[in-house]
């Protein structure tokens, strides 16, 4: 079956670096986008970054373009989300979610908390 697992999340002091990861599998990973939402206390999920099914278009937030880069390794059917100078308000829970067409998967989450 169809499952996305993300990865990496955890406690992290402003400025900080976080790396996460989203594993894939029972889908054709290289032929989805790729995309890192995110979702604070009593926020609506927000799109973070996103990546082509060929890694070669990338897309952002305006409030992590420069500090976050999403990428993707299809042989390992694996995508990225590398975040530096983290801040408290990127506090949330971190999704990945795959698309194609009508087709849409999403992981359970990873919690990333920026605090000192």
């Known amino acids: 079956q169809v499952q996305l697992v993300e990865s990496g999340g955890g406690l992290v002091q402003p400025g900080g670096s976080l790396r996460l990861s989203c594993a894939a599998s029972g889908f054709t990973f290289s032929s989805y986008a790729m995309s890192w939402y995110r979702q604070a206390p009593g926020k609506e999920r927000e799109l973070v970054a996103t990546?082509?099914?060929?890694?070669?278009?990338?897309n952002y937030a305006d409030s992590v373009k420069g500090r976050f880069t999403i990428s993707r390794d299809n042989a390992k059917n694996t995508v990225y989300l590398q975040m530096n100078s983290l801040k408290p308000e990127d506090t949330a829970v971190y999704y990945c979610?795959?698309?194609?067409?009508?087709?849409?998967?999403w992981g359970q989450g990873t919690q990333v908390t920026v605090s000192s």
């Open positions: 990546v082509t099914y060929a890694g070669g278009t990338t």
């Open positions: 979610k795959a698309a194609r067409a009508d087709l849409v998967y």
